[in-house]
């Protein structure tokens, strides 16, 4: 008996302050047609895309678990982000649905259906894979905008919140101290001098050089904030310092210190990928200097790498990687279950083939058709609906045979792709390379997802 396949339901929220609900209310008037025992629903309640990879996302991973089973004919879901905002975690899905011709149903309004067809769909749903990704980008650089525009906390100021918003008034504790860091800097002459107002005003403050910089650099302080370029005011932000003030300690800074990029302070760079500590696999912290940023182990003092060596050697591995990947042996992986199923029904029709050939043989020579009729009848029975499972094998080795066809030109399309898309993107894809980067004292190990299929890289 042929097991009938499942329709899922598959939802997700970010964090557990959000509902499923409009997700899961979205999905009924497609499931209402279809007995409940035939749906099964799957909630990643809490769980981040951005944070989260395929593996650790328990109800994905249980969805594509059924798919590579074959035991899903229907997936139901809100829109494509639900599934993945990495450009490389939503290909290796929607290869899985390919694969298995799963058919797909978004339920967002006026969210464009899924391209079912795999010669278009390959390129039309890896960009909406890619623009996923970058929307998941802006995700976090809106969420960086609205803490620079309303942070939870920040020295200087008292923050009160209720539900709606929050409201920030001066502490009168700092407010005099900050007026006067700004009137230091002002009157500073050299670095010399820039870097003894550091070590003076971390004392007062109580807190790191770098933390007295952030304050001179933050238009926060004026009751600004800057995006494009243009200062945009925060009415609800009463100023310490005013904006006038502001404009000219930048400007001062940076005669001061000609190289110091006042834009990479307030607009800090990111790390590509979040590195671990090799000895206690935490993941290192980040910490802000006046010259460089590093990334650092909270344990171990040794274990440490700045920010632009860590981007440029994963550039460099993920770039090596990529040339380095063996597309012959990814098809062979790829066509391994294909093969095992054709040569499964190759089997399966060879015995159909056998029993068909030894009951006809018997009808033939053995019975006679005057005396033994019911026992011809039987037997031509049993002909008949042997006829009908070989037919049936036959067509699924032609559907068999056809897939290996496309998983084949599915491959090329994807060696041709990853080469184009990641020279233009690189910085948005190179997480989706990598599992794990393990920093040790003096080298840093590069755990790939496309290991297999090339060597590990150290850096």
Same mark, same amino acid.
């Given at each position: ?19 499923? *609900? ?293 550039? *460099? ?77 036959? *067509? ?50 590069? *755990? ?12």
């Amino acid at each position: 008996m042929i097991r009938k396949k499942k329709k899922v339901v598959y939802t997700r929220v970010s964090s557990d302050q959000q509902s499923l *609900e409009m997700q899961l209310e979205a999905a009924k008037p497609y499931i209402k047609e279809y007995n409940p025992d035939e749906i099964v629903r799957l909630n990643d309640h809490g769980v981040s895309a951005l944070k989260n990879k395929l593996e650790q996302r328990p109800a994905l991973k249980e969805l594509l678990d059924l798919i590579r089973n074959d035991e899903v004919d229907t997936l139901i879901v809100y829109q494509r982000d639900r599934l993945a905002r990495e450009f490389y975690e939503y290909l290796e899905i929607i290869l899985l649905i390919y694969t298995h011709k799963v058919k797909v149903i978004f339920t967002a309004t006026g969210h464009l259906p899924f391209n079912h067809d795999i010669e278009s769909g390959i390129h039309s749903e890896g960009l909406f894979g890619m623009l996923s990704q970058i929307e998941g980008m802006n995700i976090t650089n809106r969420t960086k905008d609205a803490f620079e525009k309303a942070p939870h906390s920040i020295l200087g100021y008292i923050v009160d919140r209720d539900e709606n918003k929050k409201t920030y008034s001066i502490n009168p504790e700092y407010k005099h101290i900050i007026q006067a860091l700004y009137t230091d800097c002002l009157a500073a002459k050299s670095s010399k001098d820039l870097i003894a107002l550091f070590l003076r005003y971390k004392k007062q403050f109580g807190r790191t050089e770098a933390d007295v910089l952030n304050i001179l650099v933050r238009p926060f302080y004026a009751g600004y904030f800057k995006m494009h370029g243009e200062y945009q005011r925060l009415e609800y932000v009463p100023p310490i310092i005013t904006l006038d003030v502001f404009k000219k300690v930048q400007n001062h800074l940076q005669n001061l210190i000609p190289n110091l990029d006042l834009y990479s302070l307030t607009n800090s760079k990111m790390p590509l990928f979040i590195p671990k500590c090799h000895v206690c696999c935490e993941p290192l912290l980040l910490s802000r200097g006046l010259e460089n940023d590093i990334l650092k182990c909270k344990k171990h003092r040794k274990i440490r790498i700045g920010i632009d060596v860590m981007n440029a050697l994963a550039t *460099e591995v993920v770039t090596e990687a990529l040339d380095d990947t063996n597309f012959e042996h990814l098809e062979s992986i790829a066509l391994t279950v294909l093969y095992k199923s054709k040569k499964s029904l190759e089997s399966q029709r060879a015995s159909i083939q056998k029993k068909y050939d030894e009951i006809q043989w018997k009808v033939f020579t053995e019975l006679n058709f005057a005396r033994d009729k019911e026992l011809v009848h039987e037997h031509l029975n049993s002909i008949s609906n042997i006829s009908d499972e070989y037919q049936n094998l036959a *067509e699924r080795q032609a559907v068999i045979e056809k897939r290996i066809v496309e998983v084949k030109h599915l491959v090329e399309l994807v060696a041709e792709k990853m080469k184009i898309e990641f020279n233009e993107f690189h910085e948005i894809l190179i997480p989706g390379f990598i599992k794990e980067i393990f920093v040790h004292d003096g080298y840093v190990n590069f *755990e790939l997802y496309s290991s297999d299929f090339n060597n590990h890289k150290t850096g």
